[in-house]
């Protein structure tokens, strides 16, 4: 990719202006015409998918105790900090769909995966859509299930990533520690897409880093 086409994803719905994962911050990225909206899934103890970051519950809503752990019903009860309920993966989809693209950071294992996956092909929506982990055995089980899904590999430390992520048959790998020209060389000459986001503190000089190596993309 070129400068002219990196792509901006709102990290986590654009969690600067709204709570993170919430509607309402998707909505305001949708409205900035941001083109892509990275949301986090997690698993309930019924089976459904919420739209939820940390396994615990305490840092983002009034409540507490681990999404696991709660059925959905439970976990409505619960209010983020602009009074939002905790959203399922379905309602983000639609409220995404036609709109930008969905990016999903999946948080768990093969099951968490595989309902992701059944309401991605449900939505029918696997064209718009890319699911991430950091871990091998869940990319390996997504593919396994959908030939036209999109998948992400994180690359925290080892160049060794890229290797896998090609192995994996993954489109697109995610480095936080690895932005160096070799890095991107090599991601390059795997065919993988870059997409990268800062780290907590110093982020503007982070991204005058990725610019200045040319990445792929960069989250905002």
């Not at 709102?10 to 994962?21: D, L, M, Q, V």
């Not at 869940?138 to 060794?160: G, P």
Request: charged share 25%.
């Amino acid at each position: 990719m070129t400068r002219e086409n990196q792509q901006i994803v709102a990290h986590r719905g654009g969690k600067g202006k709204a709570p993170e994962n919430s509607r309402m911050a998707i909505n305001n990225a949708l409205t900035a015409g941001i083109n892509w909206i990275e949301v986090d899934a997690r698993i309930t103890r019924d089976g459904r998918i919420v739209v939820h970051h940390d396994a615990t519950i305490g840092r983002t809503t009034n409540g507490h105790g681990f999404v696991r752990r709660k059925t959905l019903p439970q976990l409505r009860r619960y209010r983020l900090a602009n009074g939002e309920s905790i959203a399922t993966l379905e309602e983000i989809i639609d409220l995404v769909a036609g709109r930008a693209n969905l990016w999903i950071d999946i948080k768990g294992g093969v099951r968490t995966a595989e309902a992701v996956v059944r309401i991605v092909r449900k939505k029918e929506v696997e064209n718009s859509v890319v699911m991430s982990s950091m871990r091998p055995w869940v990319i390996k089980r997504i593919r396994s299930l959908s030939d036209l899904a999109r998948t992400s590999l994180f690359a925290f430390f080892s160049c060794y990533k890229v290797w896998l992520g090609k192995r994996l048959g993954v489109e697109f790998i995610q480095p936080r520690f690895l932005l160096t020209k070799r890095f991107l060389a090599r991601a390059r000459k795997a065919n993988l897409h870059v997409i990268t986001w800062p780290v907590a503190t110093g982020w503007e000089t982070q991204m005058k880093k990725v610019l200045f190596l040319d990445f792929a993309g960069k989250q905002k």
